[in-house]
């Protein structure tokens, strides 16, 4: 099988690019809204078994270097409590990704991260006090969404913002809690079979494009507001959602 036989045809291949620069842009310059913007357009492009996967061998570098910052200054053990409840999740949310019919699967997709945008968009936020059981269950909640779409983060971020925690705190817990909830979900995913050679193809078209996207947001970042920015992640997640929707496959496609 040659290059050409493993990338997909060309309205899917300008779809994925686009989904690739779009959530690119907004993980380089913010972090917030990769997933969001990705998966659901990715999705639409090249399936949801392929699309989660694909995103978490793109961001594995942004993984990895979350990791110094937010090992120094985050409290471990609540980001291990945490884990420990995606870890409990995962399960659920990649039996529907391995298992669930695929259209279905991107109307459940879809719904999530309108839902999830809704959550963030409103300024919701999660004020229960910081048991044991609670920060379990809020992980199990983003084990679920990650092992379905990749996006444990909201969940756990109105968690963390209705505790009130000082800034610098409350990145490095949700940098550590991101590092290694991208561990946890890689290796749930490789248990499911879901890295596969369906992913190279999709890989050469969206990698390179991505990488230009978080080049392109870092140097954003200064020029752009960050209220101004977030607004735009919003309206990009939004749509990316609904263009996504299984209803306009015969024009996409």
């Known amino acids: ?25 907004a993980r380089g310059f913010s ?3 990769a997933a969001l913007i990705f998966v659901p357009l990715a999705a ?13 061998v793109m961001d594995f570098a942004a993984i990895v270097a979350l990791l110094p910052g937010g090992w120094r200054m985050a409290d471990r053990k ?19 990704l391995a298992g669930g019919d695929p259209v279905a699967l991107r109307w459940l997709v879809s719904a999530v991260i309108l839902a999830l945008l ?56 949700f940098s550590l809690f991101l590092a290694a909830a991208g561990v946890v979900t890689a290796l749930a995913y490789a248990v499911a079979g879901l890295f596969t050679a369906a992913l190279l193809g999709p890989l050469l078209v969206a990698w390179p494009v991505y990488g ?13 507001s960050e209220a101004v920015f977030r607004r735009a992640c919003y309206a990009m997640i939004a749509a990316a959602a609904l263009v996504s929707l299984p209803v306009w496959d015969g024009w996409l496609r």
């Open 1 to 25: 099988m040659t290059v050409p036989d493993l990338l997909p045809a060309a309205p899917a291949a300008l779809l994925l690019a686009f989904a690739a620069l779009a959530s690119g842009v």
């Open 31 to 33: 972090g917030f809204g």
């Open 44 to 56: 639409a492009a090249v399936g949801p078994r392929v699309a989660a996967p694909l995103l978490l």
């Open 78 to 96: 609540e980001v291990g409590w945490l884990t420990l409840g995606v870890a409990a999740g995962l399960p659920a949310g990649v039996a529907l």
């Open 118 to 173: 809704a959550m963030v968009a409103s300024g919701w936020r999660f004020s229960a006090a910081p048991r044991l059981r609670v920060t379990l269950g809020v992980g199990a909640v983003a084990g679920v969404l990650a092992g379905v779409a990749l996006v444990p983060g909201p969940p756990v971020m109105a968690w963390l913002l209705g505790r009130h925690l000082p800034p610098a705190q409350l990145r490095a817990i």
């Open 212 to 224: 230009a996207g978080v080049w392109i947001g870092a140097r954003l970042f200064g020029v752009v």
